[in-house]
Structures are given as structure tokens and as C-alpha cells.
């Protein structure tokens, strides 16, 4: 098949919600139910190109899914999803990524890190082992996706570095910050929501 993209009269790496709009309106003007008593040569022809322009949207949602990755749920990395058929907005609330600078010098892990040192182990390696399981890693695949971000200014459990490191990994899309803790933030819990209500509007 020819780039699944220019079949659809777009240029690679159109966003999902582009993509899905185009198709529906190409399935609906070449349907054949739109064709029945046309000549032979004309409704041959839409069929034709239905069936291409099928294939190629297919294509194009078998890739993303293929290259979808989605965080995991832990600390500094929680994606709360909107979905339809396909991806189209992510709010990540009280997340970040880049763990390893966000913890690593934490005074708390003083005597593991002391441990995980005298057995060989350096800050770069663990940033090595842990990359699957950190958000920052993945942050590439919510690329052409709205993002909304939430953070807590004075969070206990995912500092704000982390959320910073995050935001700028996803290339700086719309933050919202509360003055408040991890678990305070709860009290923001309305206004959030409105911030993600607009978000599923665009």
C-alpha cells in the first residue's frame, strides 16, 4: 500500500482526531450505498477508493496501537485516559517523570542508595533499568495528543521537578499548578475537573 496517509490526502503524523475526521468524511461520500444506480464504471470506481481509503485508515490505527505505550501507574507517572476509538487527550494528574533525578538524592534513600552502591551500582545504571517503567520515557508517544497537566506545588509523594521534567518532555503543553500537597489536592478536585471537561471539549 502507498503511504496510508497521502490515501487520505494528509500529510505523515496527522493527529488522530485530523485523521479520524478525514476518514469519516471520505467512508461517507464514497459509501456505496451512495452509488446504487450509478453506472457501472462510476460505482466500481468508489468502490474501489472506499476500500483503499478503509485500508488505509486501518493501517494507520493498527501502527498506533502498535507504538501505543501506556505509563504504568506509579508515582510520577499516572495518565488518567480519555478514549473513544482511539486516544485523542491525556490529563496527567499529579505525574511527572525523570524518577531517577527526582529520588535518587532523596534523604530517605540515603541507606539503600548507600547499599545499592557498595554492590556496584551507580545512578546511571538504575536510570538504565528502570527507563521502561518511567513516564518521561514514553512521553514521545503522546505527541499530536492535547495534554493537560495537573501539579501540586508543594507535592509530598511526586516532586515537582518531576512534574516540570515532564512538561517539558511533552513539549510544554497547558499546566495547571495547586498550592497544595499530594493529598491536599483533593480540595482542587472541582476546579480539575473543569480543566479536564474543557480539555474533552477541544
Not at 497537566?149 to 509523594?157: C, L, P, T, V
Request: aromatic share 8%; hydrophobic share 45%.
Amino acid at each position: 500500500m502507498n503511504d496510508p496517509y497521502a490515501v487520505l490526502g494528509l500529510p505523515p503524523g496527522t493527529d488522530e482526531r485530523t485523521v479520524n475526521k478525514v476518514f469519516r468524511a471520505l467512508a461517507r461520500d464514497l459509501h456505496p450505498e451512495r452509488y446504487v444506480g450509478a453506472p457501472e464504471e462510476e460505482r466500481a470506481a468508489a468502490e474501489a477508493r472506499f476500500k483503499e481509503v478503509s485500508a488505509a485508515f486501518a493501517a494507520i490505527k493498527a501502527d498506533r496501537e502498535e507504538r501505543r505505550t501506556w505509563a504504568p501507574m506509579v508515582p510520577g507517572g499516572s495518565l488518567v485516559l480519555v478514549m473513544g476509538a482511539m486516544v485523542f487527550a491525556v490529563a496527567i494528574v499529579l505525574g511527572g517523570g525523570g524518577l531517577v533525578d527526582a529520588f535518587y538524592d532523596h534523604p530517605m534513600g540515603g541507606p539503600l542508595r548507600a547499599l545499592y552502591a557498595a554492590m556496584g551500582g551507580t545512578r546511571e545504571k538504575l536510570q538504565q533499568t528502570i527507563a521502561n517503567a518511567d513516564p518521561i520515557t514514553n512521553a514521545r508517544n503522546l505527541k499530536g495528543r492535547e495534554v493537560l497537566m495537573i501539579g501540586a506545588k508543594n507535592d509530598e509523594i511526586v516532586p515537582p521537578s518531576a512534574c516540570e521534567r515532564m512538561w517539558k518532555e511533552l513539549g510544554e503543553p497547558k499546566i495547571v499548578w495547586y498550592e497544595a500537597g499530594h493529598y491536599t489536592a483533593i480540595f482542587y478536585i472541582h476546579d480539575a475537573l473543569t480543566h479536564v471537561v474543557e480539555l474533552l471539549k477541544k
